[in-house]
Nanobody, 127 residues
Framework: QVQLVESGGGTAQPGGSLRLSCAASGFTFSDYAMSWARQAPGEGLEWIAGIYGDGSNKYYKDSVRGRFTISRDNAKNEVYLQMSDLKPEDTARYYC????????????????????WGQGTQVTVSS
């Protein structure tokens, strides 16, 4: 079955950086787009970044564009989220998700269709 395991979370100071990783198994990784989403305390799940199965296209939510970078290594079945210039409002639990197609399929709320999520990794940005 699909397994997604996130790692790399922790505590960072404002302006700092963190790199999240997600190890995938149970499916042909390169055949599917992958996404990252986050959930802050008391809030819903917020899609923030996605990448096509072949890595050719990447999309970001406005709030993270220019600060976060999504990438993938299909040989390792891993997807990454490099986060820079972190802000306190980036504090959330971060999840990676498997898309439903090789490309990102966006819904009316601006998120990309995802059929599996990992357990998440906590990111706290605080001085």
């Amino acid at each position: 079955q699909v397994q997604l395991v996130e790692s790399g979370g922790g505590t960072a100071q404002p302006g700092g950086s963190l790199r999240l990783s997600c190890a995938a198994s149970g499916f042909t990784f390169s055949d599917y787009a992958m996404s990252w989403a986050r959930q802050a305390p008391g809030e819903g799940l917020e899609w923030i970044a996605g990448i096509y199965g072949d890595g050719s296209n990447k999309y970001y939510k406005d709030s993270v564009r220019g600060r976060f970078t999504i990438s993938r290594d299909n040989a390792k079945n891993e997807v990454y989220l490099q986060m820079s210039d972190l802000k306190p409002e980036d504090t959330a639990r971060y999840y990676c998700g498997k898309g439903t197609h090789s490309i990102l399929v966006f819904t009316s709320d601006g998120s990309s269709r995802t059929d599996s999520w990992g357990q998440g990794t906590q990111v706290t940005v605080s001085s």
